[in-house]
């Protein structure tokens, strides 16, 4: 069966040329829609990190707003807070393709300002340091053989980027997604508290995500879903692609600001994360929590949410997910 995969191109950031804006305010906020511990926990420390290394910009304080893997954080700032000059919100692949199969409701692209791409992640798969599972291979046979028997931890529910991860590898293993036995959980770092618990011997989840667990010894990847081997820490782990499943799900990280924050205050936040994203620093720190070069911002960054997420609804809609209103 031919191969389903997505693939976005890295678009190149626009340079920053608008008038005079606002000063940066001493504090400002970064939502966490979802628990502590995963991805979206990483962007937003990473912003705040990244923004304390510049004397002139604000001090972040992170507020966790986690429920239906985005849905919760998004109608609270659309709805309630939409023209907060100095509040940004984490958001990231999963992000686009719930938007793109209509799991926020009537929600769509351009509902919000897109601020910045803070890097590129990628999929894995991933189980217990003691895990029987050595190889993609010795989990998709055990797939194979009793579909049932292998719990595999997800971040949301079905059709999420974890949900289509394994679906895409258990097609091509010959394994009907419907019947592979996932546990929905809310967020990354769930994902591994139970895993670490026995609740399920396998995790869907992102590169990001998952070092945290990997460099503590408590976790082991089977497979990154990226094009080649990646730098760093995971340059030892195979990709899927290297073992026979040609899947690869890039996953972007960034932050928006609702759609009622005015041009001035847009253009703030832009140009200082063009700022930050342009310093030598912010590689290392980048690199530190498992993500890869990304460079959009502003109207690049918009541009390429809206392909990504037209993209999605292609995909989703082969697997009868897009809720159509």
């Not at 080649?228 to 799900?249: N, Y």
């Not at 994360?273 to 990304?294: H, K, N, T, W």
Request: proline share 6%; glycine share 8%; net charge positive.
């Amino acid at each position: 069966m031919k191969a389903l995969r997505i693939i976005f191109p890295l678009l190149a950031a626009l340079p920053a040329s608008a008038p005079a804006v606002a000063r940066q305010p001493a504090e400002a906020e970064c939502v966490v829609p979802s628990k502590p511990g995963g991805a979206m926990d990483l962007t937003c420390k990473l912003a705040q990190k990244a923004l304390q290394s510049k004397a002139d910009s604000p001090k972040l304080k992170l507020r966790y707003m986690p429920g239906g893997i985005g849905a919760v954080a998004w109608h609270t700032i659309v709805s309630q807070r939409r023209g907060e000059p100095d509040t940004i919100v984490a958001f990231s692949g999963g992000s686009l393709l719930n938007l793109a199969q209509g799991k926020f409701g009537k929600a769509n692209a351009d509902d919000v300002r897109w601020v910045a791409g803070l890097g590129v992640d990628y999929g894995v798969i991933a189980v217990p340091a003691d895990s029987p599972y050595h190889t993609l291979h010795d989990l998709m046979n055990a797939l194979r053989r009793d579909p049932e028997k292998v719990v595999i931890g997800m971040s949301g529910t079905i059709g999420s980027q974890d949900w289509m991860k394994m679906a895409l590898l258990a097609r091509q293993a010959g394994v009907e997604p419907r019947q592979l036995r996932f546990v929905a959980l809310e967020g990354g770092g769930e994902e591994f508290v139970a895993m670490q618990a026995g609740y399920v011997q396998v995790v869907s989840s992102d590169v990001s995500e998952t070092s945290i667990y990997t460099a503590s010894g408590k976790a082991r990847v089977l497979a990154v879903l990226s094009e080649k081997r990646l730098p760093g820490a995971m340059a030892a782990v195979p990709t899927a692609r290297e073992q026979g499943f040609d899947v690869v799900w890039p996953v972007i990280r960034g932050v928006w600001m609702g759609p009622d924050v005015s041009d001035a205050d847009y253009r703030r936040w832009v140009q200082a994360f063009d700022r930050v994203e342009s310093a030598p620093e912010f590689a290392r720190m980048r690199s530190q929590i498992g993500l890869y070069p990304l460079a959009l911002t502003g109207d690049a960054l918009t541009r390429y949410i809206r392909q990504a997420v037209a993209d999605y609804k292609r995909q989703a809609r082969q697997f009868n997910l897009v809720r159509e209103h």
